[in-house]
């Protein structure tokens, strides 16, 4: 949530959701980590704009400035093979087909080709894997770990002696 709007609690909002119609007037949303109902959604400039139950004015919305509107994870969709929902990678331990310890991924970055993961090091400068097939050669949810190939240039990141 950005900034407020108006004085009846209206806070604007940038959706991040693939379903920009989930917010709507009757709609349940986490705020802050509990429910709240959405009670009203303005459409200024096109972004949306909402009061939620609670924070029925301008001084208590703009409390929210900077919070990250949520949904159960009951709600979340079903994803197709091969893919998943960054909360559910983020702290993945990353080892590389030969066994190699790498970090844990830390961060999903969205570029316009493929996402591409952060991988901290201990002591080490941050590993950035490419999510395409030819590196991702599993993911181990259940057990907390991503098995990646290491091509050519990956770990000294594409630096040559």
Same mark, same amino acid.
């Given at each position: 949530m950005n900034a407020t709007w108006g004085l009846r609690g209206? !806070? $604007?909002?940038t959706p991040l959701t693939s379903n920009p119609r989930r917010i709507q007037p009757g709609a349940v949303l986490l705020v802050r980590g509990e429910p709240r109902e959405v009670l009203d959604v303005r459409y200024p400039k096109g972004f949306p704009c909402v009061v939620f139950e609670g924070y029925e004015d301008a001084t208590a919305a703009n409390a929210l400035r900077g919070t990250l509107i949520e949904i159960e994870e009951a709600e979340l969709p079903d994803l197709g093979q091969d893919e998943y929902y960054v909360h559910d990678l983020v +702290?993945? %331990? !990353? /080892?590389?087909? %030969? +066994?190699e310890r790498l970090?844990?991924?830390a961060e999903v970055l969205r570029t316009g080709a493929n996402? !591409?993961?952060? !991988?901290?090091? $201990? +002591?080490e400068r941050d590993l950035l894997i490419p999510a395409i097939g030819d590196v991702i050669a599993e993911v181990d949810l259940s057990g907390g770990r991503m098995v /990646? %190939? #290491?091509?050519p240039g990956? #770990?000294?990141g594409g630096e040559s002696e």
């Open positions: 209206h !806070v $604007k909002v +702290g993945l %331990e !990353v /080892v590389s087909t %030969e +066994g970090g844990r991924l996402d !591409v993961y952060i !991988v901290r090091r $201990k +002591g /990646v %190939e #290491l091509l990956l #770990l000294d």
